[in-house]
């Protein structure tokens, strides 16, 4: 499967960061691209919790968490996506303790194509992607620094 990595580093103890990403109905509170979110299983947190995501201009998925490791790691299952050319996903969610209130969060993702989008050039939507994905994290480094 193809994929790609970003990263950045976040003025904030891992604590804060987690809280964020363990907040998993809210994503839309710091991620650009979605412009709605709400959890759709009866769990708050921990594996197998699961939540919608609209997206923006258009589409909407479904994600399920199938790794949680408390101020560490957080993976993602990406199933069900809608109006989009990807069929499945994985982004792998890890912090690091930089020290002095400082965390580097490192974001592993691949993703599989549905079988429509592998008859298309697939530079564009990685490229896409990997910008989504460094929002994603800008808009978290800017929550969680200015609790905007």
């Known amino acids: 499967m193809p994929g790609f990595t ?3 580093t976040i003025d904030a103890p891992v ?3 987690w809280a964020e990403l363990a907040d998993f109905g809210e994503i839309q509170k710091w991620n650009p691209g979605v412009t709605e979110s709400y ?3 009866e769990e708050t947190e921990g594996e197998g919790i699961t939540r919608h995501c609209s997206l ?3 589409g909407s998925l479904k994600e399920r968490v199938a790794g949680w490791h408390p101020g560490e790691r957080l993976v993602v299952h990406i199933y069900q996506i809608d109006r989009l050319p990807l069929k499945d996903g994985i ?3 890890t912090l690091h303790d930089e020290g002095e209130d400082t965390t580097r969060v490192h974001i592993d993702y691949t993703y599989e194509l549905k079988w429509w989008a592998k008859l298309m050039p697939t ?3 990685h ?3 990997e910008r989504g994905f460094g929002a994603l994290l800008k808009g ?3 929550h969680v620094t200015t609790n905007a």
Do not use: G, I
């Open 91 to 93: 982004a792998d969610f």
């Open 123 to 125: 530079s564009l939507l």
């Open 56 to 58: 923006k201009p258009f």
């Open 6 to 8: 970003v990263e950045r």
């Open 15 to 17: 604590d804060e960061v």
């Open 39 to 41: 959890l759709t299983s």
């Open 140 to 142: 978290l480094d800017k």
């Open 127 to 129: 490229t896409q992607l």
